[in-house]
C-alpha cells in the first residue's frame, strides 16, 4: 500500500508570509505512461467536506486563488501558499490516486501566527 | 451544478448494520467513477471504496473488506454502502465523492452523512 507522509504535522505562518506544506509517498505515484503524477491536495475547513486544490501534482483546480500551487514529482511533493490569507486557516491533505486504493496524507493544519 | 446528498446516517448500535445512500444530480452520473470517504471526529480523512462507473470494479480499503458493500444504480443516480458488523471505530462523517473529468481525483463532496456507533 501507498503511506503518504505530511510534514509539518501543524504550522503557523504570519498573515502575507508563504507557506510550505511537504507530503512525501512511500512509492512513486509517476506515471511512465503518461508522465503525469497521481497526487491530489485538498482543503478542508471547520465543518466542511474536503475542497480540491490541485490535482496531478501541480494542476489547479478552476477557482482556486492562485497563491496555491503544488510541486514536485516521483515520491515527494510541495504545496505552497504564497502569501497566506486569513481565509486559508483550515487542514491540508495530500492524496495519491496511482494505485486502486487511493490514500491520504495525516493533514496538516495551518494556523496563523 | 453538481449536487451529492448523502443520507442514512444515525446512531446505532454495535454489529448492527446501516446502509449509506448517496443522491447524485447535476452531471451525467453513469460516465463516472465513485467513492466512498470517511472522517472520523477530530481525525483525518480515510478513503474507503471506489466503484467504477458501469459498477464492474469495485475497491475496498482493508480496513472495511468483508463489511462494507459498495452499490451503484445508474438508473436511480444514486449510491449505496451497505455498512455491516459495525464497530466503535466505524463512527465518522461518511462522503460522498465524485472523480474528476480527466483523472481519479476527488473533484466534488457531498456534505457527508454521520455514523456514530453505540450502545
Request: proline share 3%; aromatic share 12%; net charge neutral.
Amino acid at each position: 500500500d501507498f503511506v503518504m507522509t505530511q510534514s509539518p504535522d501543524s504550522l503557523a505562518v504570519s498573515l502575507g508570509e508563504r507557506a510550505t506544506i511537504n507530503c512525501k509517498s512511500s512509492q512513486s505515484v509517476l506515471s511512465r505512461s503518461n508522465k503525469k503524477n497521481y497526487l491530489a491536495w485538498y482543503q478542508q475547513k471547520p465543518g466542511h467536506p474536503p475542497k480540491l486544490l490541485i490535482y496531478w501534482a501541480s494542476t489547479r483546480e478552476s477557482g482556486v486563488p492562485d497563491r496555491f500551487s503544488g510541486s514536485g514529482s516521483g515520491t515527494d511533493f510541495t504545496l505552497t501558499i504564497s502569501s497566506l490569507q486569513a481565509e486559508d486557516v483550515a487542514v491540508y491533505y495530500c492524496q495519491q490516486y496511482y494505485s486502486t486504493h487511493y490514500t491520504f496524507g495525516q493533514g496538516t493544519k495551518l494556523e496563523i501566527k | 451544478d453538481v449536487q451529492l446528498v448523502e443520507s442514512g446516517g444515525g446512531l446505532v448500535q454495535p454489529g448492527r448494520s446501516l446502509r449509506l445512500s448517496c443522491a447524485a444530480s447535476g452531471f451525467t452520473f453513469s460516465t463516472y467513477s465513485m467513492n466512498w470517504v470517511r472522517q472520523a471526529p477530530g481525525k483525518g480523512l480515510e478513503w474507503l471504496s471506489y466503484i467504477s462507473s458501469s459498477g464492474s470494479a469495485i475497491y475496498y480499503a482493508d480496513s472495511v473488506k468483508g463489511r462494507f458493500t459498495f452499490s451503484r444504480d445508474n438508473a436511480k443516480s444514486s449510491l449505496y454502502l451497505q455498512v455491516n458488523s459495525l464497530r466503535d471505530e466505524d463512527t465518522a462523517v461518511y462522503y460522498c465523492v465524485r472523480e474528476g473529468e480527466g483523472g481519479s481525483y476527488s473533484s466534488h463532496w457531498g456534505q457527508g452523512t454521520l455514523v456514530t456507533v453505540s450502545s
